[in-house]
């Protein structure tokens, strides 16, 4: 193996047979879950979904592989699409298979990488989660896109992203001041009149809402 520092990889459960998991664990520390995208967590940013050729082109004919696309997009920051095996074209069409990734690629903007083997699809997933969490970018950590039930958890849960805020505080604002807008409107005096929110975190608060944006630098990150 060409990796030999011990990470942590998130697999997903349907991974749980995989001969690429028996080679992972031998180099890195494994957890299984249910993810919402993707077979392998390697950072909080990195999801690599794994397809062999077989299942790339059946996933194009049932429309699996786009809606799995677009949830990998919305939950993380690197998702990576990666083909395993050499019979890329055995079912459909070259035409259908460069189609689709092209796709992925130009539409989803997702690096599209390929295998040939089990191993080497190891290797690949261990040297990204080595890169991943040796530039501090995180351990692995579960998203999922959140599910909601009516008007008001929305709400909530907007407001549950300010600092300090939970969704029983965030309720408690709600009640406070009747809609988001006027939550994100309230003067600090007006925050501190709820109750468990004092000046620290009115002041950060109101910082968060007020600041001008400034997009955090982006490193770029190389896959061989």
């Given at each position: 193996m060409v990796v030999k520092t011990r990470v942590k990889i998130?697999?997903?459960?349907?991974?749980?047979n995989s001969p690429v998991l028996e080679e992972l664990r031998k180099y890195a520390e494994i957890e299984l879950a249910n993810l919402d995208a993707g077979d392998y967590l390697v950072s909080s940013r990195c999801s690599i979904e794994r397809k062999s050729c077989e299942d790339f082109a059946k996933s194009?004919?049932?429309?699996?592989?786009?809606?799995q696309l677009k949830k990998l997009v919305?939950?993380?920051?690197?998702?990576?699409l990666l083909i395993e095996g050499t019979d890329l074209y055995a079912i459909l069409p070259r035409e259908a298979i460069i189609g689709a990734i092209a796709a992925a690629v130009s539409d989803f903007r997702i690096p599209v990488v390929r295998t040939k083997t089990h191993?080497?699809?190891?290797?690949?997933?261990?040297?990204?989660?080595?890169?991943e969490q040796g530039e501090h970018r995180g351990l692995p950590r579960i998203r999922?896109?959140?599910k909601f039930r009516d008007l008001s958890e929305i709400q909530e849960f907007l407001l549950a992203g300010l600092p300090g805020i939970d969704r029983k505080r965030a309720r408690e604002l709600l009640e406070r001041f009747g809609t988001?807008?006027?939550?994100?409107?309230?003067?600090m005096r007006e925050l501190m009149e709820v109750p468990?929110?004092?000046?620290?975190?009115?002041?950060?608060?109101?910082?968060?809402?007020?600041?001008?944006y400034r997009r955090r630098k982006e490193r770029q990150s190389t896959l061989y």
């Open positions: 998130v697999v997903d459960h349907r991974e749980a194009i004919v049932d429309g699996r592989l786009f809606s919305e939950l993380y920051e690197l998702p990576i191993t080497e699809t190891a290797d690949l997933i261990l040297a990204i989660a080595k890169r999922v896109k959140p988001p807008l006027a939550c994100f409107s309230a003067s468990g929110i004092g000046i620290k975190t009115a002041r950060r608060i109101r910082e968060v809402l007020t600041s001008k």
